[in-house]
Every structure is written in C-alpha cells, then in structure tokens.
C-alpha cells in the first residue's frame, strides 16, 4: 500500500503536468487570445481572433469613425480641422488581434507561460493600430502650405510727419511637408490621431526689428530739384528712388549706389533721357540717375558718412553746386558709402513734385551736426566755338550748348559738437576744364561767298585769360560758415 501511495504521489502530478504541458501546446496553435488581453478597453481574452475582431468592429464602427476629426495644429495653435476620410485614417483591427495573438506565444515556453500568467492575473492591453493613406495626407499638405508658407518680412522704418515708427518684423514659416508625415506615421500607428502637429521651419527676416530699435531721427538729409515736364527723366529719378529706400546701413558696413540700383537698362525698367558722357550731353538709358546719386551723396556727407568711391561729373552741372556732384556709370564708376558708427543707418527716398529727397535716419547724436564748406576757384566763361552746319539755313544761327565756366573746388566737412568745430576733413579736391559755348551756323550760299568761306567747318573767338575769383570761407574752429558756391547754367544730366 505504501509502495502505491508513493507511486500516486509522483505520478498525478507529472500527469497533470503533462496534462497542462499538452494543453497549453494545443492552445498555442488555435486562435484563442490569451485570457485577460484587451485591445485599447475592449476585452478579447478568451475570444477566438474572427471573434474579437467583430467586437472591435462593433466598439469602432465605421460610421463613427467617419464622423470623427483630426485638429492640425502649427506652433501649437489650431490651424486646420480635417475629417478622418480625408486623411483615410481606419483602424487596423487585424493588426491589433494578431498583437493580441502573440501573447503567451513566443519562442521561449518559460516567457509564454510567465505573459499568459501575467495577463491572466494583472491584465495586459494591447493598442489598437491604424492605418492611413499619406498620398492623401500629403496632398492635404500641399494644400495647407499655400496658406501657411510665408516669406520673412523685414523690419521698416516709416518716416511721417517728422515722427520714426518702427514696422517689427516677421519670421518666414515654410511647412515641412516630409518631416509632418513622419511625424504623423508614428501618431497615427499609436492612434494618437486626435491632434496631429505640422511640422515647419522657420527663418529670420535679414534686417530684424532689434536691428532698428535703436534709430530715432534723421542724421543727414540732401534735397535738389528736376524738371517734371522731362517724362523719362523724371520716370528714371523715381525709379531709382525707389530702389534706395528702405536700404539698411548696418555699423561698418559699406554699401554700393551701383549694387542696390542695379544695371540701367530697358529690362530694369528705365527709359531713354538726356546724359552726359565726356563732357558732351546725349541720350542714352538711365538719364537722371546720377543726380540721385547726388543727392545721396549730400545727404551721406551731412550725415557723417565716410566716402569709399565719389567721381565728380566732366563739368558742372545744375541741380548741385560744383564739387558736391556725384556721377555714375554701372559696371566703370559707382558710389560707395560706408557708415562709421556703432548703430544702423537707414535710407528713405521720397520725390514728390519735381524735388527729390533723401533722408538719413540713424541714431542721434545731441549736439552734433556736419556742415558742408566750399573753397572756390573759377575761371571766367566766354569761350565760345562756332561750327558750320549745313543742315541750316543760310546766317542761321543755333546753340546747342551753353558752355560752363572752369573750376576748382576743395570741400571740406567740418563737425560741430554744440556750436564749435572739433574736426575738419578735406572730402575732395575737384577740377572742372572750361566748355566753350557752342553755337551752329547755316552755311552761306555759294552766290553770296566765296567758295573758301563755304568750306570753312569751325571757327572760334578767341579765349580770354583764366580769371580767378576764390570764394572765401574759413575753417578756424570757430566757424560757423555754410556753403558759398555760384550756381551754373548748364541744363541738368
């Protein structure tokens, strides 16, 4: 008896040992989800897997599904709300079983067993996955990037009744089509789809609000006037304006009256007006340019700019006096200014009528101001040179060009800090050469001359002895004197 109570008490338990052993084997290859598995709140433990995907069907209806909607949101702020039909967002039920199936079947008896023991007794979840079409997602995008990509906008400063008025700028936002798939592949498989994020990029305007911040007032300011009846001239002039406003002079930085006006041709926008070219006055692209530059050039050198590149005009010319004229030719002679100062400079070009004027806004400086005093030699006029001109009647007589006196003028800035002279800079030294005064005659007729008098092509008075006559001026420190210059005849370039 004794012998069989001992083989009873090994045997039952191997046998149901083996029992377990053989069922829980069988279970693993049939289609019954562990006991205590759930996917997302919906119990499945014990259900065979067509089983529970009808109840998962039946807890996430289609219909209540389609209703559903997804929030876009950039920078964290609702931008867009879309459908789920729109984005084809379903839920994946067969995934979601087969992950329910896995537990307590691994490669491992002993981790089978511990998963089926552990989700037996404290439950185990398994998420419900979806799925979702990104070629429709990504055309959705496309479609939001029209309205949510934007360019950097740039800080201005707006001159207007005598007042500055800093415009803040704008960072540029650009959607990140690729990077808010991904984004959204790794939400939507978790079926975080509630609340998808888009993600952008972003990038700082060049001339930022803290650039500017610290401009209040005008430093320098140039005005000179034009003829509006010169249509193209005056269309030239206001294009070129244009294109200097608004320029932004960061501390030490140079900038370039060629770079920012660019080439003067028909394809730029400027038309045919009057220039002069070696001291002779033609048509050509781009006529009254150089008296913007001018101007800008007067306004730099009030402003305490300091001068990298100035050429003067081949002779004076009349809408600035001699030695404050600035000319220029794209690609040969340019305009280049630099600031000197520890804060910003900033341009603002208005033409209004026939006057044209350029302002200098920075940082003011009490006390401060640059006068512009001019030291002048002139050479008398009277030169004058006659050719014959066939194509005029006879004793007929035409002048095509005034002519201008000679000069030579030296510039000096002078700065004063409340009323007195601390510094004197000579800024140039120019010479203008003497443009005799040019008159065409109609050629007598054969009759009433000789024929040597009929071949004659060129005649000239005689030139009279340079006069000089210096303007006076004075750069004690005490001065005060503003500039003294002649003003010329000649038509303006």
């Not at 803040?168 to 790794?186: K, R, V």
């Not at 509006?228 to 002079?249: E, G, M, S």
């Not at 008159?439 to 040597?452: C, E, F, H, L, Y």
């Amino acid at each position: 008896m004794r012998r069989w109570f001992w083989v009873g008490v090994f045997t039952v338990p191997l046998v149901l040992l083996i029992g377990v052993g053989v069922a829980f084997g069988l279970w693993q290859r049939s289609d019954i989800i562990a006991w205590g598995v759930r996917v997302n709140a919906i119990a499945v433990g014990g259900q065979k897997a067509q089983q529970a995907k009808l109840l998962l069907a039946q807890a996430f209806s289609d219909a209540a599904i389609g209703q559903a909607t997804a929030m876009l949101t950039c920078q964290g702020k609702p931008v867009h709300t879309a459908p789920l039909e729109h984005l084809n967002i379903a839920a994946d039920f067969e995934a979601a079983v087969q992950d329910a199936l896995m537990i307590g079947r691994r490669t491992s008896l002993w981790a089978s067993l511990t998963e089926v023991w552990s989700a037996w007794r404290y439950g185990r979840t398994v998420p419900l996955h979806w799925r979702w079409d990104k070629k429709q997602a990504k055309a959705l995008l496309q479609r939001l990037a029209l309205d949510i990509n934007r360019p950097p906008q740039r800080a201005w400063v707006d001159w207007r009744d005598g007042q500055v008025r800093i415009v803040p700028s704008q960072d540029g936002i650009e959607l990140a089509i690729d990077e808010t798939l991904q984004l959204w592949d790794e939400q939507i498989a978790a079926g975080q789809w509630q609340i998808l994020p888009l993600n952008v990029r972003t990038w700082r305007a060049e001339v930022t609000t803290d650039k500017v911040a610290m401009i209040d007032g005008v430093v320098g300011q140039a005005t000179t006037s034009f003829s509006v009846r010169q249509r193209n001239r005056t269309h030239n002039i206001r294009l070129t304006a244009k294109r200097l406003d608004h320029v932004f002079i960061p501390p030490g930085e140079t900038i370039s009256f060629n770079e920012s006006v660019g080439p003067r041709t028909r394809k730029q926008g400027f038309r045919i007006a009057r220039v002069l070219v070696r001291g002779q006055f033609t048509e050509d692209f781009g006529g009254g340019v150089c008296q913007v530059a001018g101007t800008l050039y007067n306004a730099a050198l009030r402003a305490g700019m300091e001068i990298v590149e100035r050429h003067r005009h081949s002779r004076p010319i009349g809408y600035l006096p001699a030695g404050l004229d600035a000319t220029v030719n794209f690609g040969t002679l340019d305009l280049k200014l630099r600031n000197p100062f520890p804060t910003p400079l900033y341009l603002r070009a208005f033409v209004k009528g026939g006057r044209l004027n350029i302002i200098v806004l920075g940082k003011r400086q009490d006390g401060a101001e640059y006068r512009l005093v001019r030291q002048v030699q002139r050479w008398g006029s009277g030169n004058k040179k006659i050719i014959s001109d066939p194509s005029l009647p006879p004793t007929a007589r035409k002048v095509t060009d005034k002519g201008s006196g000679g000069y030579r003028v030296v510039v000096w800035r002078l700065r004063l800090d409340n009323g007195v002279v601390t510094q004197r800079e000579r800024i140039s030294n120019d010479t203008y050469a003497l443009k005799p005064r040019l008159i065409r005659v109609g050629m007598p007729s054969a009759k009433a001359s000789p024929p040597s008098a009929a071949k004659a092509v060129m005649s000239s008075t005689p030139q009279p002895q340079p006069v000089v006559l210096t303007e006076g001026f004075s750069l004690s420190p005490s001065s005060q004197n503003g500039e003294t210059a002649p003003q010329d005849e000649p038509s303006s370039p």
